[in-house]
């Protein structure tokens, strides 16, 4: 297939790149200046896809290290690499924003990019590793050195193509691959084609060690790459097993397809939220959609804590008998958050079976028939049982009753939604919101694969 037409579409533009390396420039000369005037010992680098000429087009975020010796005190590493990056926000009018790594950092917005200024430690190798970010300068390195020109393309229909499929960005939101891990699949594989024709062959703990440093025993993941920078480090770390799947599975609908690119562009979908609502209502289930008030905090920790909430909320239904068929959540990310359960059943009986010991055991049987009642034990299998009124017969009663107070311990919630959820939950039909990003969450919900074949 010629990509020519493609690349031309997600390849930045001329002048895209001379916009992005003047304001970077600009950038990294104030710091740099900034730390020479005042007799700070660091280095200023222009790390990441930017650095890297591995950027898409309109995603071309600066990522700014400013980089101290290995001796440096971590404490005055985190103010001073705070205050550079304060001065840096008030230099150019732009509003800094704190996020934590290893250490804190400053991401902020300055025309028209996001920035991120990291201070770090300046190592020269893995084994100098004193925080999680010192690598990435080592990453950079080691991929300006060792891709080719012709394979920054590569690299770039590789992204594309996850992009558009779903299984690009490795923060929690997604689960996906990384760029850097993008980058090393490219110069292991050659090409982008290749990568597609090599992963359909993946299985379970595939391993990729461009070094040869013979330490994937260390890990027990997916997809093991070891990092050239580090060895004592897996790439894919961060990969989940299912977004593993889902860009296999998009490789294989690839290779077969006769509409290659359409992979490469966004799905066509004209979403009428009306059509939508029918399509739930032919599935026959029960819909239960709970809206709640979202704290301000970071992405990378709202999503996990929506994650655990939603998957705890469905374990517990689950646990009492209630069926879930599907479990998902959604958030603007600014104030809203919905859990959504698809029910294949959110009423029962008004009586359940308890379960007691296996007959043989002649302690626990005796102590369960004293508890319930002789009269009322019978037995089912070889277990002791007895029938008691059910507590909740209705899945949104239940809900009720975790969600307060008292209560809502009997579920692991993400601890800062906690008093959100309490305070601020409600139930809602679907339709009462209009946000078009949700109903691209209601649209995906139901159909789920639509994203890996085209």
Known sequence: MDYKAILEDIKPTEDEKREIEEVSSRLMKYLQDTCDNEGIDAKVALVGSVAKNTALKGKSDIDIFVAFPLDTD???LKETGLKLAHKCCDEFKSTPEHHFASHPYVTTHIDGYEVDIVPCYAI?????????????????????????KNQEDEVLLLKRFMAMTGTYGSEFKVGGFAGYL????????????N?????????????IDLEGYGTSNLFNDPLIVIDPTDKNRNVGAALRLDKMAEFIQSARNYIFSDNKEAYFYPLKRNLVKEEIIDEFKKRNGDLIAIRFNIPDMPLDTLHPQLKKTC??????????????????????????GVILL?????????????????VFINQACENFASKYGRENCYIQGDFLVHT????????????????????IGLIKVGKNLKKTIINTYEFLEISEIDDELFLEFLDDFINPGQHIVR
């Not at 698809?342 to 296996?358: T, Y």
């Open 74 to 76: 971590k404490q005055y």
């Open 124 to 148: 020269d190798d893995g084994n100098d590793l004193k925080s999680a970010v010192d690598r990435t300068i080592l990453h950079t390195r080691y991929i300006k050195a060792n891709l080719s």
């Open 182 to 193: 993008c980058e090393l699949l490219i110069l292991n594989y050659g090409t982008f084609e």
């Open 195 to 207: 990568t597609l024709k090599e992963a359909i062959k993946w299985q379970y703990g595939h391993t």
């Open 311 to 336: 998957e705890a909320l469905e374990r517990k239904l689950n646990d009492e008998e209630f069926n879930v068929f599907k479990a998902d959540y959604w958030s603007d990310e600014v104030l809203t």
């Open 342 to 358: 698809e029910m294949a059943s959110s009423k029962l009986n008004d009586i359940k079976v308890n379960v007691g010991p296996k």
């Open 388 to 407: 008691q009124k059910r507590e909740f017969s209705d899945a949104c009663d239940l809900i009720r009753h975790i969600f307060t107070t008292e209560h």
